[in-house]
Structure formats: structure tokens, C-alpha cells
């Protein structure tokens, strides 16, 4: 079982930044960011694999960061948002080796809502 906790989530004009947290419980698991917009499928943002390499959707290379440090907390730095990046985000992990989709998934935060005004 792990626990994931996010928080950091507000709103923001666009062009602006927002840094989400989330504290994972336990170690040793593909940690991962997905959003949800009202009416859309839930869907992968960014992706911390097990042996740290990072992945992101296309929608938002260059504006998001990933990481994560050594006490199991995942960050997302989001840099120039855009109004299309308003969603719930959640945090996940996966005990596969990449987590970029949901069925990847066996573990959920709760969410935290961003929201982009233009």
C-alpha cells in the first residue's frame, strides 16, 4: 500500500507558475503526475521511472519540470501555463518499471485542483 498526499495546487493567469508536492509513503515505485479536465479522459503528464529517467506529454515539454528527492516527494514544476491546463491533478505510482498511463496505476492521490485563467 502507499500513500500519496499532493498539495500545491491554486489558480494562476496565464503565463504563470505553479509548483505541485506530492509525499509518497513508501519508496522503490514509478511515481507519475495525470490531470483530468470536466468531460475529458484522465490522462499522463509526467513521469519519474523507477531508474529516474523522466517522461512528459507532449502538450507540456518545455513548460513542466518533474522530480523528485531523496525523501519520496514528487514535485511539478508548471512554468507558462496555458489555459488548457486547467484540470485536477493527481499524483500516482505504479510498481511497473514506467507509469505513463492510467492502467499503469495501483495507487491515487486524492487531488488537487489547477485552475488557468486567460
Known amino acids: 500500500q502507499v500513500q500519496l498526499v499532493e498539495s500545491g495546487g491554486g489558480s494562476v493567469q496565464a503565463g504563470g507558475s505553479l509548483r505541485l508536492s506530492c509525499a509518497a509513503s513508501?519508496?522503490?515505485?514509478?511515481l507519475a503526475w495525470f490531470r483530468q479536465a470536466p468531460g475529458k479522459e484522465r490522462e499522463g503528464v509526467a513521469a519519474?521511472?523507477?531508474?529516474?529517467?523522466t517522461r512528459y506529454a507532449d502538450s507540456v515539454k518545455g513548460r513542466f519540470t518533474i522530480s523528485r528527492d531523496a525523501k519520496n516527494t514528487l514535485y511539478l514544476q508548471m512554468d507558462n501555463l496555458e489555459p488548457e491546463d486547467t484540470a485536477m491533478y493527481f499524483c500516482?505510482?505504479?510498481?511497473?518499471?514506467?507509469?505513463?498511463?492510467?492502467?499503469?496505476?495501483?495507487?491515487w492521490g486524492q487531488g488537487t485542483q489547477v485552475t488557468v485563467s486567460s
Open positions: 519519474v521511472n523507477r531508474d529516474g529517467s
Open positions: 500516482a505510482a505504479s510498481p511497473f518499471s514506467t507509469c505513463t498511463a492510467v492502467p499503469d496505476i495501483a495507487y
Open positions: 513508501r519508496n522503490g515505485y514509478c
